[in-house]
């Protein structure tokens, strides 16, 4: 078994199950049928639109928390750029969608005259943490992995915590992400621009 900085590595760790589990509508959705079930949602959870698919996720827990600190922190003393807790974005893919992401990295002031489902246009990075089970990390993996490069968005940011490794996908074209690289817990990853610099995940095992 491996140990490091005295904590046993996550990797050596059975399969961890966050609180909360994430719900799927599988429908042709309205946006207009959305605003009703996001008006109707509770402080437990909160309702996206993804490609037509209404998604009830659960409130980050503790850790989600910790991690997005972890990962704020280095970026703003970085970068000079502001991070963003839970923003509501209107994330167009082949149709509108609504996604409150875990983080959005933005210059200061950005937000300062958007409504509460903000234009993305704007935002050079979201962050996304995963919660549940593991095949509801699918979703961060693959939906709104897709949703934020037919958006346009330059970065995403994956923290995937079933699997123990963050991902940064940039470069979008064509509706995908051309590029991307991955980090196991504990060793650094390299942001693309306009971040470039080494993100520590030590904090993470």
């Given at each position: 078994?491996?140990?490091?900085?005295?904590?046993?590595?996550?990797?050596?760790?059975p399969p961890r199950r966050y609180p909360g589990l994430m719900g799927?509508?599988?429908?042709?959705?309205?946006?207009?049928?959305?605003?009703?079930?996001?008006?109707?949602?509770?402080?437990?959870?909160?309702?996206?639109?993804?490609?037509?698919?209404?998604?009830?996720?659960?409130?980050?827990?503790?850790?989600?928390?910790?991690?997005?600190?972890?990962?704020?922190?280095?970026?703003?003393?970085?970068?000079?750029?502001?991070?963003?807790?839970?923003?509501?974005?209107?994330?167009?893919?082949?149709?509108?969608?609504?996604?409150?992401?875990?983080?959005?990295?933005?210059?200061?002031?950005?937000?300062?005259?958007?409504?509460?489902?903000?234009?993305?246009?704007?935002?050079?990075?979201?962050?996304?943490?995963?919660?549940?089970?593991?095949?509801?990390?699918?979703?961060?993996?693959?939906?709104?992995?897709?949703?934020?490069?037919?958006?346009?968005?330059?970065?995403?940011?994956?923290?995937?915590?079933?699997?123990?490794?963050?991902t940064a996908f940039w470069a979008p074209g064509q509706g995908q992400?051309?590029?991307?690289?991955?980090?196991?817990?504990?060793?650094?990853?390299?942001?693309?621009?306009?971040?470039?610099?080494?993100?520590?995940?030590?904090?993470?095992?």
């Amino acid at each position: 078994m491996a140990i490091i900085a005295g904590h046993e590595s996550r990797a050596d760790r059975p399969p961890r199950r966050y609180p909360g589990l994430m719900g799927i509508q599988d429908a042709d959705v309205s946006l207009a049928e959305f605003e009703v079930l996001e008006r109707a949602s509770s402080e437990e959870v909160s309702v996206e639109l993804i490609n037509g698919r209404i998604y009830v996720v659960p409130v980050p827990d503790g850790e989600h928390d910790e991690f997005a600190a972890t990962i704020r922190n280095q970026i703003v003393g970085s970068t000079g750029l502001e991070f963003f807790h839970e923003r509501g974005l209107r994330i167009p893919a082949y149709r509108e969608g609504r996604a409150r992401v875990g983080g959005a990295v933005a210059p200061r002031g950005y937000f300062r005259a958007e409504p509460p489902w903000a234009d993305p246009s704007g935002v050079v990075l979201i962050l996304e943490i995963t919660s549940g089970r593991d095949r509801d990390a699918e979703v961060d993996r693959v939906e709104k992995r897709d949703a934020y490069a037919q958006a346009a968005i330059p970065v995403y940011l994956l923290v995937d915590r079933h699997q123990g490794e963050v991902t940064a996908f940039w470069a979008p074209g064509q509706g995908q992400y051309t590029q991307q690289t991955t980090a196991k817990f504990g060793a650094p990853l390299h942001l693309p621009a306009p971040f470039d610099f080494e993100l520590d995940t030590t904090d993470f095992l």
